[in-house]
Nanobody
Framework: QMYVAESGGGLARPGGSLRLSCDVF????????IGWFRQVPGNEREGISC????????YYRDDVKGRFTISRDSAHNKVYLQMNDLKPEDSAVYYC????????????????????WGHGAQVTVSS
């Protein structure tokens, strides 16, 4: 069985921090990419950060670079998204996703629509 499941999220003040966790079942970190996507009502789901491959290559969308950090723990089958300096525009439902990496790499995964999705975790940034 292959699936991903998010946890974490919640409410944070502007400038604050939150960490999202993704439990990863049935996927190889070496051959699969794991990514974080987010969606606000009325907008398309967008990839914000992905990690994958034997070298743990990462990709970040420009508006989260320097604020968000993606990491993985192979021993515990988890991928994390540490979110610092949060802004109100970061408010969204955040999804963990996974798919077999293509030769195009991790950026392509974050720009596309991965095959496997979690149910989402709400992140709200408000004062």
């Amino acid at each position: 069985q292959m699936y991903v499941a998010e946890s974490g999220g919640g409410l944070a003040r502007p400038g604050g921090s939150l960490r999202l966790s993704c439990d990863v079942f049935g996927f190889s970190f070496e051959s699969h990419g794991i990514g974080w996507f987010r969606q606000v009502p009325g907008n398309e789901r967008e990839g914000i950060s992905c990690i994958g491959g034997s070298a743990g290559s990462t990709y970040y969308r420009d508006d989260v670079k320097g604020r968000f950090t993606i990491s993985r723990d192979s021993a515990h089958n988890k991928v994390y998204l540490q979110m610092n300096d949060l802004k109100p525009e970061d408010s969204a439902v955040y999804y963990c996703a996974a798919e077999l990496l293509s030769p195009l790499g991790i950026k392509a995964m974050c720009s596309g629509v991965p095959e496997y999705w979690g149910h989402g975790a709400q992140v709200t940034v408000s004062s």
